[in-house]
């Protein structure tokens, strides 16, 4: 059973930066598409930034250039390196993942069958 536990959010000021992680276990292969998403209440759930075993990525317009997304294979763990926040990344991050995605929608949430609990992220001005 695929399992995935995000860590790592917190509260920041504006400018300040954060490093999501999300523990996977219960994975089984060496394919993968894995994405970062967040929400904030009463909003629809965005994608943030997702890659796939090949390598590929795919980030949000509104966090090109500031967040970065990895992979640490050997401790499976995905990551999300966040500078420069904003107050509007304000949200609960979840990790998603799923054994195979579109390699044009890694940033859609309808590509992810098992996704994580969450960890808020909240950055004030």
């Known amino acids: 059973q695929v399992r995935l536990v995000e860590s790592g959010g917190g509260s920041v000021q504006a400018g300040g930066s954060l490093r999501l992680s999300c523990a996977v276990s219960?994975?089984?292969?060496?394919?993968?598409?894995m994405g970062w998403f967040r929400q904030v209440p009463g909003k629809e759930r965005e994608g943030v930034a997702g890659?796939?075993?090949?390598?590929?990525?795919s980030y949000a317009d509104s966090v090109q250039g500031r967040f970065t997304v990895s992979m640490d294979n050997a401790k499976n763990t995905l990551n999300l390196e966040m500078n420069s926040l904003k107050p509007e990344d304000t949200a609960m991050y979840y990790c998603?993942?799923?054994?195979?995605?579109?390699?044009?929608?890694?940033?859609?949430?309808?590509?992810?069958?098992?996704w994580g609990q969450g960890t808020q992220v909240t950055v004030s001005s």
């Open positions: 998603a993942a799923d054994y195979y995605c579109n390699i044009g929608r890694l940033l859609e949430d309808y590509e992810y069958n098992y």
């Open positions: 890659l796939n075993s090949d390598g590929r990525t």
């Open positions: 219960g994975y089984s292969t060496s394919t993968y598409c």
